[in-house]
Nanobody, 118 residues
């Protein structure tokens, strides 16, 4: 079963930056499209950014131009660089296989909390 360990969250002021990391194991990482997702209190989990096996990226409208997703296939890590953070970015952030999420078979890690103060 896939193992996902997210890290890098924290408390920042609006306008600040954070870089999240997600270490992935027990799957063939380089063959998987990967994504970052977030869940704010009282809200559904939503897709933030995705990166394909070839490096093609997709972003939610709310983060496009501020967030950048990347991956290191040698280290089995997917990153999310977050700049220009806003209070509405406050959430627990998770990574996962895009396919697993799409077919409802995702196993989630513990996530990493991002809190943006105004």
């Amino acid at each position: 079963q896939v193992q996902l360990v997210e890290s890098g969250g924290g408390l920042v002021q609006a306008g600040g930056s954070l870089r999240l990391s997600c270490a992935v194991s027990r799957i063939t990482f380089s063959n998987r499209n990967m994504g970052w997702y977030r869940q704010a209190p009282g809200k559904e989990r939503e897709m933030v950014a995705q990166i394909s096996t070839t490096g093609t990226t997709t972003y939610a409208d709310s983060v496009r131009g501020r967030f950048t997703i990347s991956r290191d296939n040698a280290k089995n890590i997917v990153y999310l660089q977050m700049n220009g953070l806003k209070p509405e970015d406050t959430a627990v952030y998770y990574c996962n296989s895009v396919l697993a999420v799409a077919i409802g078979q995702a196993t989630w890690g513990q996530g990493t909390q991002v809190t943006v103060s105004s």
